[in-house]
């Protein structure tokens, strides 16, 4: 059974460093990958979906890569500002899913003024 | 604007008490979804729907339950035997087929609180 890992659970950093956070999931056959974005108590917007046929995407600050074989994604986020300060969640389709999305538990980011 | 309406944002329930959970979307998606979100944890998918009057159980349907009457609208019943209800619930939509289901829109969410 699919199964999708975020870690760390929580990051802070200082505002304007470049950052990456890491999803690991546990079996490669899969439609795609994506990113989303949760603000506390909101729901979730979609920032990068990633075909599994692509080995990355961009959209302005953000950058995120996809490794099936080793069953992992990053999510790069450059000059970070605290408007980035949010839950980051990735979740992957995999292919006997019937197209349900499985999700890991997000990382916590928070970026310091 | 299109988009997702859920209501109420926050709902405090008693011991024993059914509550119903209001998602509707003017998207014109096939497909609504309900998933429930723990601190900690990844989303889990209560129930999901991909046509009118057709809906399926996600990995944790116990003690929930829905409708889906339009195209429009999939309400979502806390009921009784959900023992430990107390949680953040997110209703989404999307299209059919893997294509479809890239374009996920999410409602803003309701914190259902047992009291």
């Known amino acids: 059974k699919q199964e999708v890992t975020q870690i760390p659970a929580a990051l802070s950093v200082p505002e304007g460093e470049n950052l990456v956070l890491n999803c690991s999931f546990t079996?490669?056959?899969?439609?795609?990958l994506q990113w989303f974005r949760q603000d506390p108590g909101k729901g979730l917007t979609s920032l990068l979906l990633i075909q599994s046929s692509q080995r990355e995407q961009t959209s302005g600050r953000l950058n995120a890569s996809l490794d099936k074989s080793s069953g992992r994604s990053t999510l790069y986020i450059a000059a970070s500002q605290p408007g980035d300060s949010a839950t980051y969640l990735c979740?992957?389709?995999?292919?006997?899913?019937?197209?349900?999305?499985?999700w890991g538990a997000g990382t916590k980011l928070i970026i310091k003024p | 604007d299109g988009g997702i309406t859920q209501s109420p944002k926050y709902l405090f329930r008693k011991e024993g008490q059914n509550v119903t959970l209001s998602c509707e979307q003017n998207l014109n998606h096939d497909a609504m979804y309900w998933y429930r979100q723990d601190p900690g944890q990844g989303l889990r998918l209560i129930y999901y729907s991909q046509i009118v009057n057709d809906f399926q159980k996600g990995d944790i349907a116990e003690g929930y339950s829905v409708s889906r009457e339009k195209k429009e609208s999939f309400p979502l019943t806390v009921t009784s035997a959900q023992k430990n209800p107390t949680a953040f619930y997110l209703c989404?939509?999307?299209?059919?087929?893997?294509?479809?289901?890239?374009?996920?829109?999410f409602g803003a969410g309701s914190r259902l609180t047992v009291l």
């Open positions: 979740a992957v389709i995999p292919l006997d899913s019937n197209y349900q999305l499985i």
């Open positions: 989404a939509s999307s299209g059919t087929g893997v294509s479809g289901a890239n374009v996920l829109t």
């Open positions: 079996d490669g056959a899969i439609y795609n």
